[in-house]
């Protein structure tokens, strides 16, 4: 009859289109492995959120490291400073001490002998005290004998070595002398090698060597 339902031909026909292909077309493709994996992305305000988070902590720990940089320079700069000071008032208070000692040892009168080599032993310690000492009495009769004087200048002064403890020191000496041989005066230079030590917060001199 021609006015029936025409027969389905050629078969079921594939979900391409409509809501229910849409719908089966992800798990069509998990099946496949074509699944789309990919994640999502973070929304514009958290984009703009975190990398400020992470500025201020860099920015955080960075004033952390500067201010430990600065205190630890500022440390390091003041000890370097008072090393140097006191390496420079210990080196000033040996020099002041062997040219004392030096003028000390220079001059001599012998109105007052007893005065002038007590100036000696108050700047000398060890064996050179010991030795000078011991010839006191023999040298005030010498000088008394000879009515010699002595006027002893230091012109230079140099530190050969030193360390915490001790130090040598050379120095260089006019003096004009004058006794019963010489009485118009004789010019006389001296250079002289002071080994010194530090006793009781004072540099003293432990032995004494003409070198020139």
Same mark, same amino acid.
């Given at each position: 009859?021609?006015?029936?339902?025409?027969? =389905?031909?050629?078969?079921?026909?594939?979900?391409?289109?409509?809501?229910?292909?849409?719908?089966? $077309?992800?798990?069509?493709?998990?099946?496949?492995?074509?699944?789309?994996?990919?994640?999502?992305?973070?929304?514009?305000?958290?984009?703009?959120?975190?990398?400020?988070?992470? $500025?201020?902590?860099?920015?955080?720990?960075?004033?952390?490291?500067?201010?430990?940089?600065?205190?630890?320079?500022?440390?390091?700069?003041?000890?370097?400073?008072?090393?140097?000071?006191?390496?420079?008032? !210990? !080196?000033?208070?040996?020099?002041?001490?062997? $040219?004392?000692?030096?003028?000390?040892?220079?001059? =001599?009168?012998?109105?007052?002998?007893? $005065?002038? /080599?007590?100036?000696?032993?108050?700047?000398?310690?060890?064996?050179? !005290?010991?030795?000078?000492?011991?010839?006191?009495?023999? =040298?005030?009769?010498?000088?008394?004998?000879?009515?010699?004087?002595?006027?002893?200048?230091?012109?230079?002064?140099?530190?050969?070595?030193?360390?915490?403890?001790?130090?040598?020191?050379?120095?260089?000496?006019? /003096?004009?002398?004058?006794?019963?041989?010489?009485?118009?005066?004789?010019?006389?230079?001296?250079?002289?090698?002071?080994?010194?030590?530090?006793?009781?917060?004072?540099?003293?001199?432990?032995?004494?060597?003409?070198?020139?």
């Amino acid at each position: 009859m021609s006015g029936g339902p025409r027969p =389905l031909t050629g078969g079921p026909r594939p979900l391409t289109d409509g809501p229910l292909a849409r719908a089966v $077309r992800p798990v069509r493709r998990l099946i496949a492995g074509r699944a789309d994996t990919r994640r999502p992305t973070a929304s514009p305000a958290g984009d703009r959120t975190t990398p400020a988070a992470g $500025r201020r902590r860099a920015l955080s720990a960075g004033l952390v490291v500067a201010t430990v940089l600065t205190t630890a320079s500022a440390l390091w700069l003041g000890f370097q400073v008072r090393e140097q000071r006191a390496a420079e008032q !210990r !080196r000033q208070d040996i020099l002041a001490a062997a $040219r004392q000692s030096a003028l000390n040892f220079t001059s =001599l009168d012998y109105r007052h002998y007893d $005065r002038d /080599s007590g100036n000696v032993l108050k700047g000398a310690t060890g064996d050179f !005290r010991k030795q000078f000492a011991a010839q006191t009495q023999e =040298l005030t009769k010498l000088v008394a004998q000879n009515k010699s004087v002595s006027e002893g200048q230091v012109l230079e002064a140099g530190l050969v070595r030193s360390d915490a403890r001790s130090a040598r020191v050379l120095v260089v000496a006019d /003096s004009k002398v004058t006794n019963t041989a010489v009485p118009k005066g004789e010019a006389r230079t001296y250079r002289l090698q002071l080994d010194l030590v530090l006793e009781g917060g004072r540099w003293l001199t432990s032995d004494v060597e003409f070198v020139g």
